[in-house]
């Protein structure tokens, strides 16, 4: 998914990002692009659900679902010159970063085929061409690494920036701030993109963060924040726009809060008592990003019912694909236990 | 053809459940998504969604089942243009591909979460009982999972002294990431039981703060894997400041959560930090394997005026054992136990793998071999008496641990021996330990990684010099 940032859309009036719902839709090719991949990730990760049901994917595994609009509307502001790294919720982002379904899930389930030969599993996958650097599994390691890689862009003036994903839990921990402090010092060309569903794990936001918004984190360091509807994946991709825009002209970092909601537990075994059945209805039912784009397409003549229906069932297929290339796929040979240690030097 | 729908696992550790409620009748259409059932895992009880959609055909596993196994078909789901017809052909299939036995034994439906996982390997068939010398003849036992022994710990020492407050991250409101701290909030409040956020290096230091004010804290990491986020902490500010100050001040804390491997959690969430701290001066390291240790060791930990590193195991927290029923159990830190008696070979681990020490021991009791097991128990200070006794009358040493070999709690062993027992070791130190290569995730290689029964009883015989 590349050079994405020319789209049919000339209106910038809606800045408060999705507050306002009224600006122009992106060209209906663009529309169809977003209404895809998100379908590809909420399908993908069902999938996942599914095998890890079957004893198939094993350990820790956390699903993207409902918060496909983040990655997505991200990812389309971006160019390939652009580096992606986040945590350990991260199928969604491989997938967007056009990472194959089949090796991904392969990776799930342990296989030789997977990206890192089954070694790595749900949490640790990486693809360099792609520049996605990861699949982190310690809270908010991933934010210091993603500064170190955006100091390399602009240490050899590629002109690329990084995306650097994390949670609302991660925002707590103390190399964030650090990072925060050295990327304004030193103008990166980083962005910081909160993922903020609410919950990490069982500790809502209101019991982890004190003070404000968490967007206004970067203040005491001179980083601008943004908050966006982040179930809005127009309103993400208008808003990533702008940000980029400014990152790519020299103006540093940049801090973009996305409010999103997981509608699946933390990992498979969370029993989710901490937040009602009415909380998760209600975001699945009135706020759902494929549902409210799907709606917005159908109204706006972009497209019909039965070209979406068609579309999920192609999708489906590549999942199906996926999923049974997971499960066919040998296990990595017995070799593999004393190889990547180090390189050989 | 209807779709099964199959129990699912819902834990990395999880092989069975109970199958506590239907929430949708048989003739109800279900949506994607919907709740169809409720299943009870030794940890929670959990919702299982639908992931297609259409009508509940037919329940397979009636509510109130026990130890259904992962896989087995619960029921089965019409899709949108079949009618209950189409039940009849598969529902009586729908049991022979059951992967387990219906009447799997019993016996199994006891074993402890992910016993049976490729990352385990089994447990032996009954929980060993080890020998009690601390405990006065006579002593009720009463059988309880090292998850209960822990938490009557902390709750008796609480009860004990105001002091003492627990913190750490989900361990109030969710009741512990592994349920170590249930019902703790409920009967301490908010005010001696604290749920951080994500920021370990953060309130590491806060508890040793705490502690260096005169507080008792028992700082929970969720795992170990996060507490290297808090070493400078624990090691530059909890283990030096007694020494550096002269005595004047120290801290008075447990850091506590589980150690080592779980179940295909991969490198970064399966460590063992055994040797880590046990390397470091200021520090007590103590890491139980039963229930009754886990729980008179953790008491003893609270009480004592240093820092103690408490090193659980998660594979352990759903495993019962005999736990003496006293008003006040407490099991000295520094004291290893002998858990097997034998004369010829002396094999030491601590934690899960004492567990795999014993299995190993009964393999090789049936080739002949008497082997001693001793359960270290206590890592810092190392009862090197216990140990060099044993050796004296076997003259042979196998170590085992879990975490990598090189500078490992083996290796310690290794140098202790030919200190103290030189002229008794009829062979060199074997030493059992993970693979030197950070944990796969793929099932076949993590069994490979981790220390096997097999790998024991192999070394076992090496020293012994028999084939
Ligand atoms: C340093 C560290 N501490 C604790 C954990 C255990 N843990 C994994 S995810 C998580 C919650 C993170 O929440 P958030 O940042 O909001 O991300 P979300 O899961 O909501 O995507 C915790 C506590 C960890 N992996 N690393
Ligand atoms: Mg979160």
Redesign the pocket.
């Known amino acids: 998914m590349s050079t994405a940032t020319r789209s049919g859309s000339k209106a910038r009036g809606a800045d408060k990002g999705g507050s306002g719902g009224q600006q122009a839709l992106p060209s209906r090719e663009k529309l169809l692009d977003l209404y895809r991949e998100m379908l590809m990730i909420r399908r993908f990760e069902e999938k996942a659900g599914q095998l890890y049901g079957m004893g198939l994917i094993g350990g820790f595994c ?1 699903l993207y679902i409902g918060q496909e609009a983040v990655a997505v509307g991200i990812q389309h502001a971006l160019t390939e010159a652009d580096s992606v790294i986040t ?3 991260d199928h969604g982002h491989m997938l967007v970063c056009g990472m194959e379904p089949r090796r991904v899930m392969a990776e799930l389930t342990g296989r030789a085929t997977g990206y890192s030969k089954g070694k790595g599993g749900s949490m640790h996958m990486f693809a360099r061409d792609k520049k996605f650097y990861g699949g982190h ?4 390691a991933q934010v210091p690494l993603g500064s170190g890689i955006a100091f390399a862009h602009k240490y050899r003036g590629d002109g690329g920036l990084c995306v650097a994903y ?6 707590n ?1 103390g190399q964030v701030y650090e990072s925060f402090n050295m990327a304004s010092l030193w103008q990166l060309p980083v962005l910081y993109v909160i ?1 903020n ?1 609410r ?3 069982g500790t809502s936001v209101q019991r982890a963060a004190a003070g404000p918004a968490l967007c206004e984190r970067g203040h005491a360091y001179g980083i601008p924040g943004h908050q966006v509807d982040g179930m809005d994946v127009v309103a993400v991709l208008e808003k990533a726009k702008e940000i980029t825009g400014e990152i790519r002209a020299g103006k540093g970092p940049v801090i973009l809060e996305a409010m999103t909601y ?1 509608y699946r537990g ?1 990992s498979m075994s969370d029993p989710a008592k901490y937040r009602t059945k009415e909380e998760v209805q209600e975001m699945r039912e009135k706020h759902d990003p494929i549902e409210q784009l799907k709606r917005r397409m159908i109204e706006g003549k972009a497209a019909t019912e039965e070209q979406l229906k068609e579309l999920d069932k192609e999708v489906r297929g590549i999942v199906n694909d996926a999923a049974r290339f997971s499960q066919d796929s040998p296990e990595p040979d017995a070799a593999e236990l004393w190889t990547d240690v180090l390189v050989e030097a | 053809m209807p779709t099964e729908i199959l129990m699912p696992a819902l834990s990395p550790t999880m092989t069975e459940g109970n199958l506590a409620r239907w929430v949708k009748k048989e003739g109800e259409k279900v949506a994607a998504g919907d709740v169809i059932a409720e299943i009870e895992t030794d940890k929670a009880t959990m919702e299982v969604e639908a992931v297609d959609e259409g009508t509940l055909g037919r329940i397979l596993v009636p509510e109130g089942s026990e130890g259904v196994q992962v896989n087995t078909p619960i029921a089965l789901l019409l899709g949108e243009d079949e009618d209950a017809a189409a039940l009849d052909g598969a529902a009586a299939e729908a049991p022979a591909r059951r992967p387990e036995p219906a009447e799997a034994p019993k016996a199994e439906a006891k074993q402890p979460e992910g016993g049976k996982e490729a990352a385990g390997g089994a447990f032996p068939a009954t929980t060993p009982a080890p020998p009690e010398p601390e405990v006065p003849e006579g002593t009720e036992m009463v059988r309880m999972t090292v998850r209960e022994a822990l938490r009557d710990a902390m709750a008796e020492e609480m009860r004990r002294d105001d002091t003492v407050f627990l913190m750490g ?2 361990v109030a409101q969710y009741q512990g990431a592994y349920k170590v701290s249930q019902g703790l909030l409920d009967e301490f409040g908010e005010r001696r039981v604290i749920d951080t956020p ?1 920021t ?1 290096h953060g309130f590491a230091g806060l508890g040793v703060g705490a502690g260096m004010a005169g507080l008792r804290p028992i700082v929970e990491f ?1 795992t170990w894997n ?1 507490a290297m ?1 808090a070493m400078d902490q624990i090691i530059n500010s909890a283990a030096k400041t007694l020494y550096m100050a002269g005595g004047e001040l120290g801290c008075s804390i447990v850091f506590r959560g589980p150690n080592g491997a779980a179940s295909r959690v991969a490198a970064q ?1 399966s460590q063992d930090y055994a040797s880590w701290y046990m390397h470091c001066p200021g520090l007590k390291v103590v890491a139980p394997y039963s229930a009754a240790d886990a729980k008179g060791l953790l008491k003893a930990a609270i009480r004592d005026p240093n820092p103690v590193i408490f090193l659980e195991n998660e594979m352990l927290y759903g495993q019962s054992f005999e736990v003496p029923r006293l008003d006040d159990f407490v099991v000295p830190i520094g004291k290893a136990k002998i858990v097997r008696e034998g004369r010829h070979v002396t094999i030491t681990g601590y934690s899960l793998m004492v567990a795999r020490a014993l299995e190993a021991a009964a393999v090789l009791a049936e080739q002949g071999i008497e082997a001693e097991v001793i359960d270290l128990r206590t890592l810092r200070p190392l009862d090197t008496e216990t140990i060099v006794e044993s050796v004296r009358k076997t003259n042979r040493l196998v170590s085992v641990e879990e975490g990598w070999p090189v500078a490992g709690v083996g290796s310690e062993l290794a140098a202790v021996m030919m200190e103290q027992a030189f002229d008794w070791l009829d062979a060199p130190v074997a030493r059992v330990a993970g693979k030197d290569v950070p944990l796969p995730y793929a099932a076949n290689l993590e069994k490979m990684a981790l220390p096997q029964v097999e790998d024991i009883v192999e070394a076992a015989k090496t020293v012994c010099y028999r084939k």
């Open positions: 956390h945590g350990y919720r599994g310690i809270v908010g994390m949670g609302d839990g991660a925002v921990q993922e569903n919950y990490g794990m997981r933390h | 991250e989900e994500i370990e969720m996060f986020q969430h």
